[in-house]
Structures are given as C-alpha cells and as structure tokens.
C-alpha cells in the first residue's frame, strides 16, 4: 500500500527538551513537506525538500530543523527554540514539487508542550 | 490582505440542499487551485483540482475567476457524510523558483439531518 507514513500520531514533550518527528513515503515523490496547523489558521509551512540532501527555509522554519538523506524520509526536529511548538503537524510529498503537482498529505503528529 | 480568503463559515444547510463556497486570492502569479477537504483532528484530503475554467465531479463542480481571482466550489445534494471543512489551496511560483501551495483558513460545512 502506498502512502505516506507519520509517527508518532501524539507526542507531549517537556519544556526545553528538543523532538523529531518522523516522515516516510513510499510513493517516489521527490518533493517533501512540512506544515504546522494551528486552530482557526491555514497550514504554514516549516520546510521543503525537492531532492535528496537538499531543503529550504518555509515561512515559519525558526525553532525547526530537517535532514533529507534518504528520498523516502524527511524527519522533523523541533527544537527548544521553538517557542510555541503545540500544534498539528503534517507531512505532505509530491511527485516533481511543480505548478500541476497535487500534495498528499500524512496522518499527522499532535505534539502536545507540558 | 491575506493571500487566500475564505468565509470560515459555519454553513449549517439540510441534507439534499446545494451549497457554495468561495475562496479569493491576492497573488495573480497564481498557477494552480484546488480544494482540500479536512474531517475534524485528520489530514487534508484531494478533493478536487481547478486549472482552467473548471471542471466537475458527480456531485462537486469547482470554477475558476482568474479575472476576478476567486474560485468556488458547489456541492449539489449535500449528505450528511459531506461535512467537513474544505481549504482552499493556490499554488504559487517563488521568487526563488519553486512552488509553494498557500492554503486558505478553510470554510466549515454541517449538513443537518
């Protein structure tokens, strides 16, 4: 089965203690993205990827981190730095990250700061 | 202004009714549309792409305005399994050459019974 896969789906984490997230696809998209949703606002995006060992800055990448060594995988770092990392991630791909390209998204991770 | 703009709703309509939503964007550059449906506490789902004048789906018919830059969305016959909310999504060329979707607030559908 093709998909994307996401874990955990619920996260809580102390204050100060950095936590990565996790993102696989198996559907051979290049492109791969990271979202935050917030209640009552539209996804923003954290970072992107279009190739392997490559990623860019989206609008809110301050407190966030990526690594993309694999195709498959685009795990997500949210570090100390974050200051209100409570939030609704999703992980998204897409097959050449152009203007036809249509975004699927994971299950998402509900992080939850104590 | 926001880059994409939505009536967040809610629409309470009965089942069978026919509902629009309407979604404007600000950026001509504009390449592609498409509405996005989110269940409550779940990730967003393709509903439909719009990339020239529309186009139709059973039930669903999206339009586009590029003139006027807004897109719509109608349902016709809702069904309770209908509500939902639904996202408008642009997407959009960078100054650095990528695409980036910009996704609306979303607009909030019940359909009663």
């Known amino acids: 089965d093709g998909g994307i896969t996401q874990s955990p789906k619920y996260l809580f984490r102390k204050e100060g203690q950095n936590v990565t997230l996790s993102c696989e696809q198996n559907?051979?998209?290049?492109?791969m993205y990271w979202y935050r949703q917030d209640p009552g606002q539209g996804l923003r995006l954290i970072y992107y990827?279009?190739?392997?060992?490559?990623?860019q800055k989206g609008d809110i990448a301050e407190g966030y981190s990526v690594s993309r060594e694999k195709k498959e995988s685009f795990p997500l770092t949210v570090t100390s730095a974050q200051k209100n990392p409570t939030a609704f991630y999703l992980c998204?791909?897409?097959?050449?990250?152009?203007?036809?390209?249509?975004?699927?998204f994971g299950p998402g991770t509900r992080l939850t700061v104590l | 202004r926001k880059e994409v703009e939505q009536d967040p709703g809610p629409f309470n309509v009965p089942e069978g009714a026919t509902v629009a939503f309407n979604c404007t964007y600000s950026?001509?550059?504009?390449?592609?549309f498409f509405w996005y449906r989110q269940d409550c506490r779940k990730e967003p789902k393709l509903l439909m792409s719009?990339?020239?004048s529309g186009n139709e789906d059973g039930r669903f018919t999206a339009q586009l305005n590029r003139a006027s830059q807004y897109i719509s969305l109608l349902i016709r016959d809702s069904k309770l399994s209908d509500s939902a909310t639904y996202l408008c999504?642009?997407?959009?060329?960078?100054?650095?050459?990528?695409?980036?979707?910009?996704f609306g607030t979303g607009t909030r559908l019940k359909v009663l019974a």
């Open positions: 999504v642009v997407n959009l060329l960078t100054t650095s050459g990528t695409y980036k979707y910009i």
């Open positions: 998204a791909s897409s097959p050449r990250g152009v203007a036809t390209d249509t975004q699927y």
């Open positions: 559907l051979n998209h290049d492109a």
């Open positions: 950026n001509s550059a504009s390449q592609s």
């Open positions: 719009v990339y020239s």
């Open positions: 990827s279009q190739i392997v060992n490559d990623f």
